[in-house]
T-cell receptor
Framework: GAGVSQSPRYKVTKRGQDVALRCDPI?????LYWYRQALGQGPEFLTY????????KSGLPNDRFSAERPEGSISTLTIQRTEQRDSAMYRC?????????FGEGSRLTVL | AQSVSQHNHHVILSEAASLELGCNYS??????LFWYVQYPGQHLQLLLK??????LVKGIKGFEAEFIKSKFSFNLRKPSVQWSDTAEYFC????????????FGSGTRLSIRP
């Protein structure tokens, strides 16, 4: 596609449920980043991939969070046993020559 | 550790005023620096970037930024702002290798009075 596509755009879930957020990057982009952004804050780094290899996952808050990019294209961020503090905008970006191209984000609300 | 500081949380200016937004970074090595902008209701987009060479870089919409290595700074400037510049501005830093993550500052909200 022309840009980075994220789904779902909005997700409301109950505490304790698992959620999966999907990112479809710009075709050909090697790097893919996941960020979390609270209202009025900057994007908080979670993890990133080069091709299918997860290069850095130091920003994942705890072991309930995981991400994969098995074929070096589409990526999934999974949050297990969601908690209210996980509510945020989750942003994906793919990169060409270190310029990030962001998707519209997935807004997660945990009740 | 890699970090970015933006000390101005909210800046309010009148149209035609000059703008300077501060950005300081911490990184132990050669850096690449960026400014991203997020207009209301839109996603982040690149305003300008510095990789190497001339420390004064020009971006879209009349914005420019100056990399001052001795001060670990990369301040954003615009001589005359317009109402349409109302947005959030984020500074970001990464190291020179492809194995380096991109870290953002907390952002500065810019409000322009018409």
């Amino acid at each position: 596609g022309a840009g980075v596509s994220q789904s779902p755009r909005y997700k409301v879930t109950k505490r304790g449920q698992d959620v999966a957020l999907r990112c479809d990057p710009i075709s050909g982009h090697v790097s893919l980043y996941w960020y979390r952004q609270a209202l009025g804050q900057g994007p908080e780094f979670l993890t990133y991939f080069n091709y299918e290899a997860q290069q850095d996952k130091s920003g994942l808050p705890n072991d309930r969070f995981s991400a994969e990019r098995p074929e070096g294209s589409i990526s999934t961020l999974t949050i297990q046993r969601t908690e209210q503090r996980d509510s945020a905008m989750y942003r994906c970006a793919s990169s060409s020559e270190m310029e990030l191209f962001f998707g519209e984000g997935s807004r997660l609300t945990v009740l | 550790a890699q970090s970015v500081s933006q000390h101005n949380h909210h800046v309010i200016l009148s149209e035609a005023a000059s703008l300077e937004l501060g950005c300081n970074y911490s990184y132990g090595g050669t850096v690449n620096l960026f400014w991203y902008v997020q207009y209301p209701g839109q996603h982040l987009q690149l305003l300008l970037k510095y990789f190497s060479g001339d420390p004064l870089v020009k971006g879209i919409k009349g914005f420019e930024a100056e990399f001052i290595k001795s001060k670990f700074s990369f301040n954003l400037r615009k001589p005359s702002v317009q109402w349409s510049d109302t947005a959030e501005y984020f500074c970001a830093v990464t190291g020179y290798s492809s194995a380096s993550k991109i870290i953002f500052g907390s952002g500065t909200r810019l409000s322009i009075r018409p």
